[in-house]
Protein backbone atom coordinates (compact mmCIF):
# COMPACT_ATOMS: atom_id res chain seq x y z
CA UNK A 1 0.00 0.00 0.00
CA UNK A 2 1.34 3.65 -1.35
CA UNK A 3 -0.08 6.44 0.55
CA UNK A 4 0.24 10.39 -1.40
CA UNK A 5 -0.83 12.95 0.76
CA UNK A 6 -1.89 16.86 -0.07
CA UNK A 7 -2.79 19.57 1.30
CA UNK A 8 -1.57 21.60 4.11
CA UNK A 9 0.49 24.88 4.24
CA UNK A 10 0.31 27.88 6.52
CA UNK A 11 -3.12 29.66 7.33
CA UNK A 12 -4.31 32.05 9.87
CA UNK A 13 -6.16 31.28 12.81
CA UNK A 14 -9.38 30.50 11.99
CA UNK A 15 -8.78 29.70 8.72
CA UNK A 16 -8.95 26.52 6.88
CA UNK A 17 -7.64 23.68 5.35
CA UNK A 18 -8.06 20.41 3.22
CA UNK A 19 -5.83 17.52 4.08
CA UNK A 20 -6.21 14.17 1.13
CA UNK A 21 -5.11 11.11 1.19
CA UNK A 22 -4.90 8.65 -1.95
CA UNK A 23 -4.05 5.00 -1.47
CA UNK A 24 -2.94 2.81 -4.13
CA UNK A 25 -1.68 -0.75 -4.86
CA UNK A 26 -2.87 -4.27 -4.81
CA UNK A 27 -5.62 -3.46 -2.34
CA UNK A 28 -9.27 -4.04 -1.60
CA UNK A 29 -11.54 -2.38 1.31
CA UNK A 30 -9.15 -0.52 3.16
CA UNK A 31 -10.01 -0.90 6.98
CA UNK A 32 -9.43 2.02 8.95
CA UNK A 33 -8.73 5.20 7.22
CA UNK A 34 -7.18 7.98 9.08
CA UNK A 35 -4.95 11.35 9.90
CA UNK A 36 -2.50 11.57 12.89
CA UNK A 37 0.12 14.69 13.84
CA UNK A 38 3.25 15.21 15.62
CA UNK A 39 4.18 18.22 17.05
CA UNK A 40 7.51 18.98 17.96
CA UNK A 41 8.16 17.47 21.02
CA UNK A 42 4.99 15.80 21.00
CA UNK A 43 4.33 12.13 20.26
CA UNK A 44 2.00 11.34 17.16
CA UNK A 45 -1.33 11.33 17.91
CA UNK A 46 -4.62 10.60 16.48
CA UNK A 47 -6.82 13.30 15.10
CA UNK A 48 -9.44 11.28 13.03
CA UNK A 49 -10.54 8.46 11.51
CA UNK A 50 -13.19 6.50 9.61
CA UNK A 51 -13.82 3.21 9.67
CA UNK A 52 -14.88 0.43 7.00
CA UNK A 53 -18.40 1.06 8.02
CA UNK A 54 -17.76 4.99 7.66
CA UNK A 55 -17.96 5.79 11.68
CA UNK A 56 -15.91 8.13 12.57
CA UNK A 57 -13.81 9.05 15.31
CA UNK A 58 -12.35 12.24 16.56
CA UNK A 59 -9.75 13.37 19.08
CA UNK A 60 -11.66 16.07 21.44
CA UNK A 61 -9.49 18.52 20.43
CA UNK A 62 -10.64 19.03 17.16
CA UNK A 63 -14.53 18.02 17.46
CA UNK A 64 -17.03 20.39 15.77
CA UNK A 65 -14.12 22.06 13.73
CA UNK A 66 -12.52 18.83 11.77
CA UNK A 67 -14.56 16.51 9.63
CA UNK A 68 -12.95 13.58 7.84
CA UNK A 69 -14.99 11.99 4.52
CA UNK A 70 -13.71 8.68 3.17
CA UNK A 71 -14.40 7.62 -0.41
CA UNK A 72 -13.94 3.85 -0.97
CA UNK A 73 -14.01 3.78 -4.96
CA UNK A 74 -11.15 6.37 -5.35
CA UNK A 75 -9.27 4.85 -1.84
CA UNK A 76 -9.08 8.23 -0.58
CA UNK A 77 -9.71 9.83 2.90
CA UNK A 78 -9.74 13.76 3.23
CA UNK A 79 -9.98 16.08 6.46
CA UNK A 80 -11.44 18.92 5.74
CA UNK A 81 -9.88 21.44 9.23
CA UNK A 82 -11.87 24.32 9.93
CA UNK A 83 -11.43 27.07 12.68
CA UNK A 84 -7.97 26.25 12.83
CA UNK A 85 -5.90 27.00 15.89
CA UNK A 86 -2.53 27.71 16.63
CA UNK A 87 -2.26 24.63 18.52
CA UNK A 88 -3.13 22.23 15.25
CA UNK A 89 0.24 23.16 14.07
CA UNK A 90 2.14 19.59 13.66
CA UNK A 91 2.90 17.19 10.96
CA UNK A 92 -0.08 15.66 9.82
CA UNK A 93 0.24 11.93 8.78
CA UNK A 94 -2.19 9.82 6.48
CA UNK A 95 -3.30 6.23 8.25
CA UNK A 96 -4.75 3.69 6.66
CA UNK A 97 -4.97 -0.47 7.95
CA UNK A 98 -5.02 -3.23 5.35
CA UNK A 99 -5.09 -6.46 6.82
CA UNK A 100 -4.21 -5.48 10.49
CA UNK A 101 -1.08 -3.25 8.95
CA UNK A 102 -0.07 -0.11 9.16
CA UNK A 103 0.81 2.14 6.48
CA UNK A 104 1.89 5.83 6.47
CA UNK A 105 1.58 8.57 4.35
CA UNK A 106 4.63 11.14 3.88
CA UNK A 107 3.92 14.17 6.52
CA UNK A 108 2.50 17.25 5.56
CA UNK A 109 3.19 20.29 7.75
CA UNK A 110 0.09 22.59 8.78
CA UNK A 111 1.20 25.85 10.29
CA UNK A 112 -1.43 28.24 12.01
CA UNK A 113 -0.04 31.84 13.09
CA UNK A 114 -2.37 33.67 15.41
Known amino acids: VQLQASGGGSVLAGGSLRLSCAASGNIYNLNSMGWFRQAPGQQRELVARTSSADRSTYADSVKDRFTISRDNAKNTVTLQMNNLKPEDTAVYYC?????????WGQGTQVTVSS
Open 95 to 103: NVVYLLRDY
